[in-house]
């Protein structure tokens, strides 16, 4: 069983799938569209930048939708197709639309207004993230406690063994890495975000997002699509309160792909630009083997093996 893997905010690049869109005319159908729906060039943001603005949410989310849709159009027009998608936060549009529970062009409207909202969220910047390394949850559990003293932290991902994001108040964030390196941290990388996200601080834009979640259909697909919430299987009928809690829950990347493996799925493709998430399936489990797909070699190596 195959399952596709859409990565999340930080797979970006300038010039990300540009050799795959000048090779195959489904990858261009997939970015033209991104600019007709959304009323720029997506082939200009994406193959050219500037750096600052693609790293800007509000624009790397319908990029990084329509980069790993391009990848997705090339792999079913071979027809190599999955049984189950999984996304990375953002990563979870890509994954419905490769699932066919959402038309790619809601999907794009849907990010580009995830993104405005998102960026919305924490204007006066006292929001952040960090990335925290070689401790448990459950140490993670008590850092947060010890940080927070009354202000927002919580656990953002669980992105594999010994790699937990935590986000919340800025200073609550800051606070958090002596009382992690005391813990046994092995690393504490604060990361470069424009919000808070995954935390509570995301609850009005979430708010703010339910309207237009609600005005989308999501139907039954011809594969199975894992929820970053539950990390269980999406239910058409809940995933509008599943993309709106998505916002401001945890990922729950690990148990989501060992979901995906007690499940059945034994090959995966990482669908779309990066190599974050090929990383994380190696400190998940090494027996589980995933390949790549965001470069032209390696989408003509997969399509050369067919389904």
């Not at 999907?107 to 401790?135: H, K, N, W, Y």
Request: aromatic share 6%; with cysteine; glycine share 8%.
């Amino acid at each position: 069983m195959v399952a596709f893997l859409f990565p999340g905010q930080g797979a970006q690049s300038v010039g990300m799938c540009k050799d795959i869109y000048d090779a195959y005319p489904e990858a261009r159908e997939a970015f033209e569209t991104a600019s007709r729906v959304l009323g720029y060039s997506m082939e200009e943001l994406c193959f050219s930048g500037p750096e600052e603005k693609l790293k800007d949410t509000r624009y790397t989310q319908p990029a990084l939708l329509a980069a790993s849709v391009a990848v997705l159009r090339v792999l079913e027009a071979s027809e190599i197709i999955p049984d189950a998608c999984a996304g990375h936060s953002l990563g979870e549009y890509s994954a419905l639309v490769a699932a066919g529970m959402i038309p790619y062009e809601d999907a794009l409207r849907l990010v580009a207004r995830r993104g405005a909202l998102m960026a919305e969220s924490d204007p006066a910047g006292r929001g952040g993230m960090a990335a925290v390394m070689g401790l448990t949850p459950e140490q993670i559990a008590d850092v947060i406690k010890a940080a927070a003293k009354g202000r927002p932290l919580e656990a953002a991902n669980f992105n594999c063994p010994g790699q937990i994001v935590i986000s919340g108040d800025k200073d609550a964030v800051s606070d958090a890495e002596p009382i992690a390196n005391e813990a046994g941290a092995t690393n504490f990388v604060t990361l470069q975000v424009s919000g808070p996200f995954h935390s509570s601080l995301m609850k009005p834009a979430a708010e703010r997002f339910a309207a237009e979640l609600a005005a989308v259909s999501f139907v039954d697909g011809h594969a199975k699509v894992v929820s970053n919430v539950t990390a269980a299987w999406h239910d058409p009928k809940q995933t509008v309160d599943l993309l709106q809690k998505q916002i401001y829950s945890s990922v729950r990347w690990e148990d989501s792909v060992r979901f995906l493996a007690s499940n059945g799925c034994d090959a995966f493709v990482e669908v779309g630009p990066g190599k974050v998430l090929r990383g994380l399936m190696r400190r998940i489990d090494k027996s589980l083997a995933c390949q790549g797909s965001g470069d032209l070699e390696s989408l003509e190596k997969i399509l050369s093996q067919g389904r």
